[in-house]
């Protein structure tokens, strides 16, 4: 089993930064990759950004590209994203997800019902 847990959300300003953090735990296997998804209230759960084991390779959706950089530290078994340039249209609940049954590239990876783990969700609220 796997455990995620996301921190790091709060009130932002619009053209502010945060960075958020996904810390993960139990049986992690080599090739797990993870993601961030989002879920504005009313919408259905939308993917941002991808990465792979190594980190060396990232997938970001059109939405995040420019303003949303994800990156993860194994050594400290966790995954960041940071966001830049924050928008009202980014307020969200955002998720950490992870699943060793993916391929990044795949067109899946932007299905939330494709992951096998989630953590709880992290608030993200920007005002204008």
């Known amino acids: 089993q796997v455990q995620l847990v996301e921190s790091g959300g709060g009130v932002a300003q619009t053209g502010d930064s945060l960075t958020l953090s996904c810390v993960v735990s139990?049986?992690?296997?080599?090739?797990?990759?993870m993601a961030w998804f989002r879920q504005a209230p009313g919408e259905e759960r939308k993917f941002v950004a991808g990465i792979s084991w190594s980190g060396g390779a990232t997938n970001h959706a059109d939405s995040a590209k420019g303003r949303f950089t994800i990156s993860r530290d194994n050594a400290k078994n966790t995954m960041y994203l940071q966001m830049n340039r924050l928008k009202p249209e980014d307020t969200a609940v955002y998720y950490c997800?992870?699943?060793?049954?993916?391929?990044?590239?795949?067109?899946?990876?932007?299905?939330?019902?494709?992951?096998?783990?989630w953590g709880q969700g992290t608030q993200v609220t920007v005002s204008s």
């Open positions: 997800a992870a699943d060793s049954g993916l391929w990044l590239f795949d067109s899946r990876v932007k299905n939330g019902d494709e992951w096998a783990f």
């Open positions: 139990g049986d992690i296997i080599s090739g797990t990759i």
